[in-house]
């Protein structure tokens, strides 16, 4: 009996048997760019002032944004999968169900993500760490502070893209889309490839005193990656969470709302959300499915 010719297999990228090789040219930019941070930190002066106006700053981070994270993706993407959107699962857009349980659970947790805050401030740090990490924490603060300073529609239009869209496209591309994926196909196990993901998302903010709030927010976003394996969850979620303070800060400049957003929410508050929260979660769960990445 004759074998039948069987088509051979269309290779998905050079680097397709090599998922090590890609996570580590993922992470290593990561790692460098904290690592030279950390070391030249100093406490110096950051005052608004320091920075330019909002339509030169905005640029500046878009551009710095697209270097670090969009280029990046694109090009191991391709290298490593062929098929960019495919890998990075962005072909199949979400169900209302889906988006109406994502957005719960993002505006949900925001109502107690800052007593994870004062966790933060309980651990330790030894004076040089606590000099170099209060200078970033200042520096961010000051640029988000001039960030938030708009006077205009079209300012306010420049900065929910560069502080809610931008980042959420970007951001979520690189850490749930790139190195989830890579590290699902490297057989690491959903909590250890969350794990990684978000504290790799927590560093590359710079900012300690949210690392355990970052962290979790990564964890969130990484979770609802593994079990939807639709990447515009993320990015939606991580839209809304971005987009909440741009709005927030254009309501109180015009004297619709004089929302604290920096402020910790009273106890109950914060409990009720947190229940709320881990009864989304469960139905959440029970809603979807572990899904198998390839």
Do not use: C
């Not at 790692?31 to 330019?52: H, R």
């Not at 694109?74 to 098929?83: E, Q, T, W």
């Not at 000051?142 to 079209?154: E, I, P, R, Y």
């Not at 951001?171 to 794990?195: C, N, S, T």
């Amino acid at each position: 009996m004759e074998e039948k010719n069987t088509p051979k297999e269309t290779p998905k990228g050079f680097f397709r048997n090599n998922p090590l090789l890609v996570f580590i040219w993922t992470v290593l930019p990561i790692i460098v760019v904290f690592t030279s941070t950390l070391l030249t930190a100093s406490a110096t002066d950051t005052s608004i002032d320091n920075y330019g106006s909002i339509v030169s700053l905005s640029i500046a981070q878009i551009v710095s944004v697209v270097i670090l994270f969009v280029l990046p993706v694109l090009l191991l993407s391709f290298v490593y999968k062929r098929n960019i959107f495919g890998f990075l699962n962005m072909l199949k857009l979400p169900s209302v169900k889906q988006v109406a349980f994502v957005l719960a659970l993002i505006l949900s947790s925001n109502l107690f993500l800052n007593f994870l805050m004062e966790i933060n401030e309980m651990i330790p740090l030894s004076e040089g760490l606590e000099v170099k990490f209060t200078a970033l924490q200042e520096s961010t603060i000051a640029m988000q502070g001039k960030f938030l300073d708009f006077s205009s529609v079209f300012e306010f239009a420049l900065i929910l893209f560069v502080m809610a869209i931008l980042p959420a496209l970007a951001e979520e591309m690189y850490f749930r889309g790139l190195i989830e994926g890579v590290l699902f196909d490297l057989k690491v196990g959903p909590f250890h490839a969350i794990f990684i993901s978000s504290l790799l998302f927590a560093m590359v903010h710079f900012q300690f005193y949210y690392l355990l709030p970052l962290f979790f927010m990564g964890a969130l976003l990484g979770y609802i990656y593994y079990r939807t394996k639709n990447l515009w969850l993320t990015i939606i979620a991580h839209f809304v969470n971005n987009g909440v303070m741009v709005v927030i800060t254009a309501t109180n400049k015009l004297g619709y709302t004089n929302m604290d957003v920096e402020g910790t929410p009273p106890l109950l508050t914060s409990v009720i959300g947190f229940v709320v929260f881990m009864a989304i979660i469960y139905f959440f769960h029970n809603n979807t499915k572990q899904t198998k990445f390839e």
